[in-house]
């Protein structure tokens, strides 16, 4: 109890100080309040996870009830777009757990002949990469943890290892396209970057991070490699594992791959397309997963309210429009054109200075708050260095990178740490401490920061 008055009345300290000290750099009301109410959600968060949906209903209150902002502006930087593509894709997710996809594609890939610890690790990190690419962070990790306890139970080992590193290459992948983080699509649809940017632009650096990092976790883990080689070469043969994970597709399953194959390959030509219809940037894209959900849903009619209610992620969903609301009121009151105006100064306008202080801030602020949270933050901001004469594209990557990069450095740097370490300690029990996570996350998270830093300031691809 004295823990949580002490949080509130430093939550309280911490945004009264923000409001009256906004004053005297020259912010007028509005929008010291704008900049007041939005960081009391986001340590309303940080302090108080189970209340954040509350947080944010009452800072859009306090906004409207103020006049900070009206009715149609909060609806419309509550970027309804974003939320309706999220709610879309969940349900094509939700067809694909239901038809028994994902477990069917572990086991597919995880047929290794001549299993060995070094081909186990590797196969974990780029399967666990690829699949936050091909779906999101969260739902690649829940079958990746349990196909690594399912393994690493059948060589009695200890599972700990192997499922950090499904985590740190689930966070990698996630940066690898607009699909594998809700921070790819928020940042596509704020900037104008398309799949094919993302494609051309991220993934390959995505995979070049993941060939560092699985060179370092073999290095890290070496010990923990040895003993689960020792403990394959005990068993002789992995015939017994492959039944053990075997799952045959059924035409269930192979419907649902279908379906999801081709919206795959929608989304990828949606640039495309906008163009040869003469829309707006990203509008395809957008219009692609409701599409597919409407088909899903006419499908599988019997269940289509069970992939509305309990596939979409409604609380989360919830939390997200109200916190771009309350960063977009940021941008309507003025108050991220002053502060862009205040970084400028202090960065003397050096493109390559300013790239760096947002890649690094943003990997730092990941590795302590959701990185949604964060990159709702960053883009008012940066979208005020537009009238300065400054090159957009590399804060955009810098953003991106950080944001997904950063979240391995903690624990809870990002939901699939969260949602990895929640079904460890339920299903076997198992805490992992603080430190244990921290200095191979830090390591990892350094590491690829840094290369995504070398590479955004001296290749031209990204300027």
């Not at 060995?116 to 690419?133: G, N, P, Q, R």
């Not at 991220?202 to 370092?216: G, K, Q, S």
């Not at 020792?230 to 045959?248: A, D, F, T, Y």
Request: proline letters at 2%.
């Amino acid at each position: 109890m004295k823990n949580l008055v002490f949080k509130f009345i430093l939550l309280i300290s911490i945004v009264t100080f923000l409001g009256f000290g906004s004053r005297t750099i020259g912010l007028n009301a509005h929008q010291a309040l704008s900049i007041a109410i939005f960081f009391a959600s986001i340590l309303g968060t940080l302090f108080f996870w189970d209340f954040r949906l509350s947080f944010a209903f009452l800072g859009a209150a306090v906004l409207l009830a103020t006049h900070t902002i009206d009715i149609d502006n909060l609806v419309k930087f509550s970027s309804l777009e974003i939320i309706l593509f999220l709610v879309g894709m969940m349900v094509i997710i939700g067809l694909l757990k239901d038809a028994g996809f994902f477990a069917w594609i572990i086991s597919l890939i995880l047929r290794i002949r001549n299993l060995t610890a070094k081909k186990f690790v590797f196969s974990v990190a780029v399967i666990s990469a690829l699949l936050s690419c091909a779906v999101d962070e969260v739902t690649s990790i829940i079958f990746m943890v349990a196909a690594v306890l399912e393994i690493c139970d059948y060589f009695e080992v200890d599972p700990v290892p192997y499922v950090i590193i499904s985590v740190l290459a689930t966070n990698i992948g996630s940066a690898g396209t607009v699909l594998g983080n809700p921070i790819g699509i928020l940042i596509a649809t704020k900037s104008g970057l398309t799949f094919e940017d993302f494609i051309l632009k991220a993934f390959p650096l995505v995979m070049f991070c993941l060939a560092a990092t699985i060179l370092l976790i073999m290095v890290w883990y070496r010990h923990a490699i040895r003993k689960l080689d020792q403990k394959i070469k005990e068993s002789g043969s992995n015939e017994m594992l492959v039944r053990l994970i075997s799952v045959p597709p059924d035409r269930q399953t192979k419907t649902a791959l279908s379906i999801f194959a081709v919206t795959l390959l929608a989304i990828a030509f949606s640039h495309r397309l906008d163009i040869l219809w003469g829309l707006e940037t990203n509008t395809i894209l957008l219009i692609i997963p409701l599409v597919t959900a409407a088909i899903i849903m006419i499908w599988k009619h019997q269940k289509a309210r069970e992939f509305i209610e309990k596939d979409v992620e409604w609380w989360t969903l919830l939390f997200f429009l109200l916190l771009f609301a309350q960063a977009g009121t940021l941008k309507y009151t003025g108050a991220t054109e002053v502060i862009a105006h205040k970084i400028v100064s202090i960065t003397k306008n050096n493109p390559a200075l300013l790239t760096t202080v947002i890649l690094w801030l943003s990997s730092i602020g990941s590795s302590i708050l959701d990185n949604v949270v964060l990159v709702a933050a960053f883009i008012p901001i940066i979208q005020g260095f537009q009238g300065l004469s400054v090159n957009l594209q590399p804060l955009w990557w810098a953003l991106l990178f950080g944001g997904c990069f950063g979240g391995n450095i903690t624990l809870v740097g990002s939901t699939a740490n969260i949602v990895a370490l929640g079904i460890l300690e339920k299903d076997r029990n198992i805490k992992i401490t603080f430190f244990r996570w921290f200095w191979v996350g830090l390591t990892v998270g350094v590491v690829t920061t840094g290369i995504v830093w070398l590479a955004l300031l001296f290749l031209p691809i990204y300027r």
